[in-house]
């Protein structure tokens, strides 16, 4: 078992640029979780997947924030357009069902100059 | 809404001393999950561990054990014979019985020093 597996791992982008992170969630999980952690805020949900359809986005800051999962072993989190204050670590996580501990990435670090 | 809430930004223990960190909780349901996880520098999630909320006698892991108190929402995370590898950040968090959504508290930073 491989674990959940996040790319990339650092991401440094320039202001107003797309940023597009990944992640692929342990076979045969159902449920797949994009968490936020900031200084400031500690870990914050975004939004989360259950059976590929999203269940909860309210976490999802504003319309510059997308997520998909288009099947059951791939996830996208985009930012478009980025800003600095989007940096933060943003993790996967996935699930095989309630109520389950998570199992978590490794994180993307981004940074928005 | 559910809220965690761990009121100790930082900790310090001597190493093969205990330590103790603090977490309570807010809820109107009456069953419910409870985690601590851990996070290093390498700042991995790793899953400590776990505590049903309908289960009265307290989890051990090892060195780790919980206190846990539903009556007064308190969730406490003891490490027994503190090791130099136990330094990282400490999260409390909380998950409702239908969904494994997990609501974070903001961390504990604990040290050991040798």
């Known amino acids: 078992d491989a674990g959940v597996i996040q790319s990339p791992r650092h991401e440094v982008t320039e202001m107003g640029q797309e940023v597009t992170l990944r992640c692929k969630p342990i076979?045969?999980?159902?449920?797949l979780f994009w968490y936020r952690q900031t200084m400031m805020r500690g870990l914050e949900l975004l939004i989360y997947f259950n059976n590929n359809v999203p269940i909860d986005d309210s976490g999802m800051p504003e319309d510059r924030f997308s997520a998909k999962m288009p099947n059951a072993s791939f996830s996208t989190l985009k930012i478009q357009p980025s800003e600095p204050r989007d940096s933060a670590v943003y993790f996967c996580a996935s699930s095989p069902g309630d109520p389950t501990p998570l199992h978590f990435g490794n994180g993307t670090r981004l940074t928005v100059t | 809404a559910q809220t965690v809430t761990q009121s100790q930004p930082e900790m310090s223990v001597q190493e093969a001393e205990t330590v103790t960190l603090s977490c309570t909780y807010d809820?109107?349901?009456?069953?419910?999950?409870l985690f601590w996880y851990k996070q290093p520098p390498s700042r991995q999630m790793i899953l400590v561990i776990r505590?049903?909320?309908?289960?009265?006698q307290n989890a051990t892991e090892n060195r780790f054990s919980v206190n846990f108190q539903k009556a007064a929402k308190s969730f406490s995370l003891k490490i027994s014979d503190s090791q130099l590898g136990d330094a990282a950040m400490y999260f409390c968090?909380?998950?409702?019985?239908?969904?494994?959504?997990?609501?974070f508290g903001t961390g504990t930073r604990l040290q050991v020093f040798p």
């Open positions: 505590q049903e909320a309908y289960k009265q």
């Open positions: 809820t109107s349901e009456s069953d419910y999950y």
């Open positions: 076979s045969g999980h159902n449920s």
């Open positions: 968090a909380y998950s409702n019985e239908n969904t494994d959504k997990l609501i």
